[in-house]
């Protein structure tokens, strides 16, 4: 017997990866349920800010509540502050927003990407409830448990514990 469930995921893949003075994002485009392909033209970017950009994979219609939240969020901010959010900010708040809705989580896996104060890239990776961490790369969604280990093997630096080589 089938139970009903108030979720379905979409499927979809996102990656980021920060560098001195960059961000790059970067997703698929096809959105499916189980084996039925819904679309192959379907963007999992948004743009949040002039310097911040949102990757989710995950269920669609999460995806779109919560950009739509997080875009008059920002709306609210840059009328009482006269300026945009920053990526950081935008961390923060895309953390608390997750977090309120802890007990009735939206189904989406974020990464956010762009540029901090200082010009330098920044990217966060979330868990679903709001937990979030400042990295240099990231990956979410289906595909993350095959892009993680490729980035780690090409982009994190050698383990300060092994031992230098023998000459």
Same mark, same amino acid.
């Given at each position: &017997?089938?139970?009903? +469930?108030?979720?379905? *995921? *979409? #499927?979809? /893949?996102?990656? @980021?990866? @920060?560098?001195?003075?960059?961000?790059?994002?970067?997703? =698929?485009?096809?959105? $499916?349920?189980?084996?039925?392909?819904?679309?192959?033209?379907?963007?999992?970017?948004?743009?949040?800010? =002039?310097?911040?950009?949102? @990757?989710?994979?995950?269920?669609?219609?999460?995806?779109?509540?919560?950009?739509?939240?997080?875009? @008059?969020?920002?709306?609210?901010?840059?009328?009482?502050?006269?300026?945009? &959010?920053?990526?950081?900010?935008? #961390?923060?708040?895309?953390?608390?927003?997750?977090?309120?809705?802890?007990?009735?989580?939206?189904?989406?896996?974020?990464?956010?990407?762009?540029?901090?104060?200082? !010009?330098?890239?920044?990217?966060?990776?979330?868990?679903?409830?709001? +937990?979030?961490?400042?990295? !240099?790369?990231?990956?979410?969604? /289906?595909?993350? %448990?095959?892009? &993680?280990?490729?980035?780690?093997?090409?982009?994190? +630096?050698? $383990?300060?514990?092994?031992?230098?080589?023998? %000459?």
């Amino acid at each position: &017997m089938s139970r009903f +469930s108030p979720y379905d *995921n *979409n #499927g979809g /893949s996102c990656v @980021a990866i @920060a560098g001195a003075d960059y961000c790059v994002i970067a997703s =698929d485009t096809r959105m $499916s349920t189980g084996y039925n392909i819904l679309t192959r033209d379907h963007s999992k970017i948004y743009k949040l800010a =002039d310097k911040c950009i949102l @990757a989710s994979s995950g269920f669609q219609a999460d995806m779109k509540a919560l950009q739509k939240l997080l875009a @008059a969020r920002h709306l609210i901010y840059q009328h009482q502050h006269n300026k945009q &959010m920053s990526c950081p900010a935008m #961390g923060q708040l895309l953390s608390n927003t997750l977090y309120y809705k802890r007990f009735f989580p939206y189904y989406t896996f974020n990464v956010l990407g762009g540029l901090d104060n200082e !010009g330098k890239g920044c990217v966060y990776t979330y868990d679903a409830v709001g +937990s979030y961490e400042r990295v !240099g790369y990231s990956a979410q969604g /289906s595909g993350s %448990v095959l892009i &993680m280990p490729f980035l780690d093997n090409q982009l994190k +630096s050698p $383990s300060p514990l092994l031992l230098p080589a023998q %000459v």
